[in-house]
């Protein structure tokens, strides 16, 4: 035996596990595979004195249409800015137990569901939402988000459900700040900075209906109390004419005359 043939009969078997691990790690995406368009970085993270590394994943100009499902497990820095975006799925960056920074401005998001963000509540520091088309969000969207949220830029519609989703983050007096009001539930607060809307809007819409109730019941009365009256004076005028008409007749009337007018009465 050949000092080639003792090394060849050790690695084969080394050689064909090794074969097989290349072959599930292209079989199988791992986890910090980048998603198609995005380019992934891996940097150094400083966090409460333990040294660890973080993952950049860059997907910024990448004409995306929707947010890619196969985000690395270990992405710390997720940048999908200037995409084409409409929607934030519930639950989408669930698994993302690490991430710090979302980058969404410059897409066409136009809602938030209450399980948008759900997940990263904890861990996130900074979202960026803005430059998109949010009109409205869930009353829940923001709840329990520790971010620093930046809002600018959307055509937000100022009703109840945004005064609750924005009490919801009540830390976050820069982002709130900042929501200019598109449209409103109150025609005067229109293009006004949501801040400087010092009306209950949910107390509004309860006290319109409320008020619309009123005017209804009201409305209803009205015509029955009308028409009682209507039908009263009617009476009364029919049964004044009947008893001047009696009365202008002559002392002794016809029988069948007197029928008739009974009759007419009743
Ligand atoms: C991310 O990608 C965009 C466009 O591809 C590029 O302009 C930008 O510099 C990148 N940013 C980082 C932090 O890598
Ligand atoms: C998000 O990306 C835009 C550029 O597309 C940039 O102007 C903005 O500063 C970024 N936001 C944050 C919080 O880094």
Redesign the pocket.
Known sequence: MTLLDVWLSRSLPMWLLLQSLVLMALCFPSASMCPKGC?C?RFDLHHLHLHHQGL?V?C???RLKEIPGDLPVDTV?L?LDRNHIAAVPDRIFRGLALLRELNLSYNAVETLGEGAFSGVEATLQALDLSHNRIASVHKDAFARLKARVVVDDNPWHCDCALQQAIGGMAHNHEAAARVLCRSSELLDQEGRPFLAVDTDLCNLAKRTTDYAMLVTMFGWFAMVISYVVYYVRQNQEDARRHLEYLKSLPSKPKKPDEADDISTVV
Do not use: A, E, F
């Open positions: 380019v970085q950049n860059n910024s100009q990448s820095v940048r």
